[in-house]
């Protein structure tokens, strides 16, 4: 789905561009994803030299769930001083947070196209969009208890109350 800007952002930018085509839920729940971006940029990392890469320019980078994992493989790395440092991280409107879905931006954006919630919940859309409905297929495989997670009854109140001051609609 994503070749032709991968294909784009080389060109223009005289870039070597890696793709990562990770298994995809709900046939491969978590971690599945998220070790094969890792293992990709394990693999890469430590063959630069065969790709004519500069240690000190490598970015991931991802949108929607390939933020989230493009994040999640950056935190994996950060403590790692057997492999170059990533450069930089770019997320592109990705999924980072499940404490709460009804902080402003969910409710700002609710009725944003193609991320209405009721449309989410209905269709099968053809490229990456992270709603509550893929997150609860990638983890657990299916959706039985989507309303108690949009509601947030899906977390502790001893676990909002110690994140409140990160999480809040205030």
């Known amino acids: 789905s994503h070749e032709r800007i991968c294909q784009y952002i080389a060109e223009e930018g ?10 995809l839920a709900p046939e491969h729940k978590y971690p599945a994803a998220y070790e094969d971006c890792l293992n990709a940029t394990q693999h890469f990392l430590q063959h630069l030299e065969h790709y004519g890469v500069d240690p000190a320019r490598v970015i991931v980078c ?3 769930a390939g933020g989230n994992l493009a994040a999640a493989v950056s935190q994996t790395l950060a403590g790692r001083s057997d492999l170059p440092k990533l450069r930089a991280q770019i997320l592109i409107y990705p999924g980072l947070q499940a404490l709460d879905f009804n902080l402003p931006s969910y409710q700002q954006n609710r009725g ?14 053809c490229f990456s969009v992270c709603t509550v409905f893929y997150a609860l297929q990638y983890v657990q ?11 947030g009854s899906h977390i502790p109140v001893d676990i909002k109350l110690n994140y409140r001051k990160w999480v809040s609609p205030d």
Do not use: H, I, K, M
């Not at 005289?14 to 298994?23: C, E, K, N, P």
């Not at 495989?141 to 509601?151: K, R």
């Open 14 to 23: 005289g870039l070597l561009v890696v793709s990562v085509g990770y298994r």
């Open 62 to 64: 991802g949108d929607s």
């Open 112 to 125: 944003v196209p193609l991320l209405f919630r009721e449309r989410a919940l209905q269709y099968v859309l």
């Open 141 to 151: 495989g299916d959706t039985s208890n989507l309303e108690e997670v949009l509601e």
